[in-house]
């Protein structure tokens, strides 16, 4: 029997996941709200974030009651579940593969030099595909002016919508503790003090690499014959992980099914999001506009086919999109890259894990487009030299993202100040774009793997390291041998 691609059946995954989802908020239990709690006034709640630490405790002033609806509720329980475990294997399995494939990938460099080579070209040309981005985003924001058209009634209901909805204030909290570190905290933060630590928190993926990289130049440096137990053991455990990839695979497109469904059932009022569409214009048109740049870089400078390209990449650019997290889908990026698009795990262990952290292009547009939109809505003026400080800050804000949903939004926050924004605002200027932040992110995670993966093939291609004929190993490789 024939079987459908991949990312065909991805792809009817997600379909009939909104289509589900659709259909449930059409029956009774779209409509039907139900209240979850009431809350007396004078009770504390807690504001939580992402990571589930307390950071800020409110006393309620009057009662407040929290509703959802039937089909948000269902879906919440029965369906969402399933997405969640296949994040959750796709998150369990990063680390181990981090380890090993840098590992195998260091120690299979015959000399240092080299990796000294591919690492200054594959953080300069980060830097450079980032600032394009973001540049771009600035150019396309001040043509097409998004904000100037909002009226003062849209600006009035999405505040009072969100300014005091608790994933807004999550997100402040999130950027106040984050801006208090110093210039180079990101270095300091980079080396752990605890090799366990480090290899235990998915959020620690810069310390896990350069503990990674410690170890491999070390093996490189004591010889080939004392570095090969060890070597041989990341051998195989590098094989061993790849191949839990393609059987997380197998359940991607049930998983991206109720992924989708949760997304659509929990998105806001779609009025909402109507006054929006310009705004979330601009910044699709961008990131369609940046995945055009990646296809003529790849056809320049890896003299490769640049929809043949997108194509390989597809099941980790559908993922990207269904998870909202360039950490999640680390996994498949790297396998997509290195079998089916060529490109020698010398090369893609090190720059892909170091993208997936760093190299966030999608998000740096959104934070230029978003940061100038907010400002035009508000009539806050931005001149010339506010939009050069864009630049440089979502530049640097864009690294400091974690590659996870929703996190280029915090560091939206750091953007703003750097302008000048009045801090009494932030609040009012995150309510503006809160209700399309979603499905955005989703768009910006596809084009932030698209950017690692154009990247890992272009410098790969300039160190002779992308191969023609990539072979891809398939999930089935040895079953008839042990079932
Ligand atoms: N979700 C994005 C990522 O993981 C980050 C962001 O823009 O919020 O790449």
Known sequence: MMKLALHWQILIGMVLGILFAFILLMTGWGKEEIILQIIPAGETVLHKIMDGTVVHEQVLTEEKIITSTKAREFVGNWIAPFGTIFIKLLKLIAVPLILASLIKGISDLKDISKFRNIGLRTIGIYIGTTTVAIILGLVLVNIIEPGNGISEETIDKLTSTYASDEGVTAKLE????????GPLKFLEDMVPDNAVAALGNNQLMLQVIFFTIFIGISMLLIGEKRARPLKDFFDSLNDVVLKMVDLIMLTAPYAVFALLANVVVSSSDPEILLALLKYAGVVVLGLFLM?????????VFAKKNPFWFLKQL????LLAFSTSSSAATLPVTMERVEEHIGVDKEVSSFVLPVGATVNMDGTSLYQGIAAVFIAQALSFDLPLTAQLTIVLTALLASIGTAAVPGAGMVMLVIVLESVGFPPDKYAIGLALIFAVDRPLDMLRTVVNIT???????????SVDKLHDNPKAKNWDDHYDEVK
């Open 314 to 317: 597809s099941p980790a650019q």
């Open 451 to 461: 950017g690692d993966a154009t990247v890992a093939t272009i410098v790969a291609k």
């Open 291 to 299: 995945i055009v740049f990646y296809s003529i870089l790849v056809s």
């Open 174 to 181: 999130e950027a106040t503790r984050q801006k208090e570190s």
